[in-house]
């Protein structure tokens, strides 16, 4: 192009004066791209163009800057990374901070940019900020919704007449991560429902960018796999009983020090994980035992809190580890014996991340509530960079209606306040029964400072339209039980220090069948009276998951009363010291709970494709052979034939 042609454009589209009216959405014609655009950048053109495309009823074609600059066509024109953005803005946009994301509102159109990288545009570990962008125009300013992966979670209004306001932002995220796991691993779930839940992820803005693990760490840094660093160096692991045994260390061993500053700094994570291996165990030698405060027990009530030996240890490896390379951050748990903040400490060193592990549903508990802060604000005093990792839909609550959508909220609010820089943790596939908990926290995680009295509402409105009422009375029905029930739970205190419910037990009291009857009531109205079409089919979504809950409700009381008659259950017969004998009984409790565990495997399998109860979940306790209870009841009725769900099983074509 020649140089003064080149300026002519540069000051057609420049944006050095704002737009002096809204802009139709009809008016714009085209997304400009540049001709070598990422792959990132040219998925965000291609999900604007869809879109905006269904939006208005008319096509949106995506064309080069080159096309775009020769023809200098009318109408208005969305600009899309950051060559075409910053071409349209007559300005240059580098350098960009992780995840930074830019929307402008331009004369002759909107510039959308941010930083983006090489990689797969639906991988959340892929800096896609130019689909940021996108997506925040589609969902905070359009009304497009994804409310869950797969068949009727997306949500695109047609409006034709749509006027965007006048747009000026360049931010970074509100959370470095922002992640939910759904369900156990992919290779139990079809591949269309891991396709669609990575699309999910990426459009409500989730990302894992900067790369980081928290969890136990020497397995991996000392090769536990084999007995070789044992034998080589008994004197490196914990000393209990008077004898050197894995799989915890000695975190005074200046070797151990050493060893795990040169995991970190060879890692391939930008925060690598130096956290103690799960459970016991912990080292009593002198050393270890001399930076304990022998007053403060732990969350069992017996054992002296290690929280200050953890550190030490931690605040050394993080020390050592910025010295060679700023760069580089640790992450830790706080979790078990050392989840309270230590005593001596005074400062915890700014390239180590704190991996809070809590669960937010049990702030039903204001004393649960009172802890949880009173240990946030203990560890903030001492300048740790804090991570909410949470169990939102985890393996404990069976995929049944554990609703906690309020307290996910209240909870990512406070978090950010209190400075938290990230947010992850586990998830379940069944959206079909707990679809409240994963649009609070991707709402929150996204913009935790939105107003909180709207975000449930919104989800309501917009998911389930005409039938709005009767489908919040239906969710709001298991809430506002568990909220009543709460107190009555058996209440243990977990390895996170905080009391919570222990769900297979509690599930009879937390969510009587009473409960479970009103919300059937309102599911029934809204199947009703819900037109044909998409409202319809979110409702017959949920009923999947209705008649998923009302079977596992059932099962697991069967199973309570099979144990008391007797016959061994896992957990149950643990937990549960009443007994008594009684033949007949046992064998129609038998009979119903067979009958209710095939039903389930049938909820299960109906349809995979769908974010509905996680097969994975149940294939993958099969295959560990863990809760075994279908397998126990057909072993004791003499029925011999296999489960439909495992891995084998799930994985054929």
Not at 39 to 50: F, N
Not at 75 to 91: I, R, Y
Not at 584 to 598: D, P, Q, S, V
Request: glycine share 6%; hydrophobic share 40%.
């Amino acid at each position: 192009m020649p140089m003064i042609r080149y300026f002519f454009v540069l000051l057609l589209f420049s944006a050095a004066s704002s737009a002096a009216e809204p802009q139709r959405l009809a008016d714009f014609h085209r997304v400009v791209i540049s001709e070598d655009a990422l792959a990132v950048q040219t998925e965000a053109a291609k999900e604007l163009s869809h879109y905006v495309g269904e939006i208005t009823g008319k096509e949106l074609p995506i064309i080069p800057w080159s096309e775009y600059a020769k023809e200098a066509p009318a109408g208005l024109s969305f600009f899309v990374g950051e060559s075409a953005a910053g071409k349209a803005m007559g300005e240059t946009l580098t350098p960009w901070k992780t995840e930074e994301w830019l929307l402008k509102t331009l004369p002759n159109g909107i510039a959308m940019a941010g930083h983006d990288e090489e990689g797969s545009p639906w991988s959340t570990t892929t800096a896609a900020g130019s689909m940021l962008a996108v997506y925040t125009l589609l969902d905070d300013h359009l009304g497009v919704h994804w409310f869950w992966p797969g068949e009727f979670g997306e949500e695109v209004p047609h409006r034709p007449d749509a006027v965007l306001p006048e747009l000026d932002f360049r931010k970074t995220t509100a959370f470095e991560i922002r992640s939910v796991s759904l369900g156990y691993s992919s290779i139990y779930h079809t591949q269309t429902f891991t396709e669609e839940s990575r699309k999910w992820a990426r459009r409500n803005r989730l990302g894992w960018v900067r790369s980081a693990v928290f969890g136990h760490s020497w397995f991996d840094a000392f090769n536990l796999r084999t007995d070789e660093s044992f034998k080589a160096h008994p004197e490196w692991f914990a000393l209990v009983n008077g004898k050197r045994r894995p799989p915890q260390m000695c975190t005074t061993n200046p070797e151990v020090i050493d060893r795990m500053v040169e995991h970190v700094l060879n890692g391939k994570q930008d925060i690598m994980h130096i956290s103690p291996s799960d459970g016991g165990g912990f080292c009593e030698c002198e050393n270890c035992r001399a930076l304990d405060v022998p007053d403060i027990l732990s969350y069992d009530g017996k054992t002296v809190q290690l929280s200050d030996r953890i550190f030490t240890y931690a605040n050394e490896i993080a020390r050592r580890v910025r010295e060679k390379n700023p760069d580089k951050g640790c992450g830790m748990f706080a979790y078990t014996f050392y989840n309270k903040p230590p005593v001596k400490i005074e400062k915890l060193e700014p390239n180590l991340y704190l991996s809070f592990v809590y669960q937010s549903a049990g702030h039903r508990d204001p004393e649960n509530l009172r802890q949880w802060r009173e240990s946030v604000a203990g560890w903030h005093k001492l300048g740790a960079k804090m991570v909410v990792r949470e169990g939102w839909g985890n393996h404990y609550y069976h995929d049944m209606h554990f609703l906690h959508h309020q307290q996910i909220i209240d909870n990512l609010a406070e978090a950010h306040r209190l400075g938290f820089v990230a947010a992850y943790g586990e998830g379940s596939k069944n959206f079909s029964a707990m679809a409240p908990n994963y649009w609070a926290l991707t709402r929150m995680m996204w913009d935790p400072t939105r107003d909180p009295s709207k975000v449930m509402s919104d989800y309501y409105e917009s998911a389930y339209g005409p039938v709005a009422s009767e489908m919040a009375a239906f969710f709001e029905t298991y809430s506002q039980s568990l909220d009543a029930n709460w107190a009555s739970r058996d209440r243990n205190v977990d390895t996170s220090g905080i009391a919570y419910a222990n769900v297979i037990a509690a599930w009879r009291k937390l969510i009587p069948l009473e409960a479970v009857e009103r919300a059937e009531a309102h599911l029934k109205a809204a199947e009703a009276q819900a037109p044909a079409g998409i409202y319809a089919d979110r409702v017959r979504f949920h009923r999947l998951g209705q008649d998923y809950t009302r079977v596992m409700l059932e099962l697991l009381e069967a199973y309570r009363e099979i144990a008391i008659l007797g016959l061994k259950m896992d957990y149950f017969s643990t937990i549960l010291k009443e007994r008594r004998e009684d033949p007949t009984a046992l064998e129609l409790h038998l009979k119903k709970a067979y009958t209710l565990g095939e039903q389930r495997e049938d909820l299960l399998l109906v349809h995979r494709d769908w974010a509905g109860p996680d097969e994975g979940l149940y294939a993958f306790t099969n295959d560990r052979n863990l809760r075994q209870w279908h397998h126990r009841v057909k072993e004791a009725l003499k029925i011999d034939h296999p489960s439909r769900l495992t891995k084998e099983a799930l994985i054929q074509p």
